[in-house]
């Protein structure tokens, strides 16, 4: 049986920098995690050192090793992580929403058009590839724009709780419809709404499939320096064939290297880049 890869000491390190692995760079506010998803492209939620890929829980615990506790309503790295997300889905600056295999994610906006292009349908699909339930949940959006949980369920008609939670979840993996606020009081709700109303050109910007697994794996591999084989897409959600072909793209254009089959590399000049290194050879000051 072949090994697998492992990932060099060095990468790990720059995984560190980029990913706010360290205890100098957590994320400690809604903005600051604005700036952090910004910066990487897009992060998972409340995932832990067990799955790859930036995430904003590892990246409020600012530490490489963080793993969530079985009780997380206790966790106050968790919780704060929490917070967080609900505010970033009230300010509405980056997109979040449960999107390729049901991985809750936040994209930057610059983003948004590629991960639309491979995920997204568009309305003249929505027939033909959207569920009975998510279509009467998405016509009533179109003419309330906003509705809690409890009203687009009683006002679609899909009463029953499990159906309606697989609708939203659909529309939400579609790039159709996202959360747009959060209450507890007088109980815990989510806010609906359609994400073309909060980011209405990146959604509407038309980009073709090869150029988005491009950049795609461009975005994933400035920030994680390398990806070994089957990485990229359990970060993403991409097909492994189509993670490779957005990277061998990326090879193609010299700004990645291929050292072993499966396993793609920033080019040398793009990986000082990427990580922020001066013409001197120094580091800017930290953030």
Excluded at 131 to 149: G, Q, Y
Aim: proline fraction near 6%; include cysteine; charge should be positive.
């Amino acid at each position: 049986m072949r090994a697998r890869p492992q990932i060099p000491a060095e990468i790990e390190e720059y995984r560190d920098q980029r990913w706010r692995r360290e205890a100098t760079r957590q994320v400690e506010t809604a903005p600051d995690a604005e700036r952090f998803i910004e910066q990487i492209g897009f992060a998972a939620c409340l995932t832990d050192s067990r799955r790859p890929g930036p995430s904003l829980y590892v990246a409020v615990c600012g530490r490489r090793d963080a793993v969530l506790p079985r009780h997380v309503q206790k966790d106050p790295e968790a919780s704060l992580t929490w917070v967080l997300k609900d505010e970033i889905v009230g300010r509405g600056k980056v997109y979040y929403a449960k999107l390729a295999r049901g991985t809750t994610m936040f994209l930057a906006p610059r983003m948004i058009p590629y991960f639309h292009a491979v995920w997204g349908v568009r309305r003249s699909e929505e027939k033909r590839r959207l569920s009975r339930n998510a279509r009467a949940i998405v016509h009533v959006l179109r003419k309330e724009w906003e509705m809690s949980t409890a009203d687009l369920r009683d006002e679609s008609g899909v009463k029953d709780r499990q159906a309606f939670t697989r609708g939203i979840d659909e529309l939400q993996a579609a790039m159709i419809v996202v959360p747009s606020a959060v209450f507890y009081q007088p109980k815990f709700t989510y806010i609906w709404t359609l994400g073309v109303g909060r980011f209405p050109e990146a959604l509407l910007r038309r980009v073709n499939r090869e150029t988005a697994l491009r950049e795609i794996a461009r975005c994933f591999l400035a920030g994680a320096g390398m990806t070994i084989p089957g990485e990229m897409a359990r970060v993403t959600g991409l097909p492994r064939p189509e993670a490779g072909r957005g990277n061998r793209a990326l090879v193609a254009e010299g700004y990645a290297i291929m050292p072993a089959s499966g396993v793609y590399q920033l080019a040398a000049s793009r990986a000082l880049q990427e990580a922020g290194f001066s013409a001197n050879g120094g580091r800017p000051p930290a953030e």
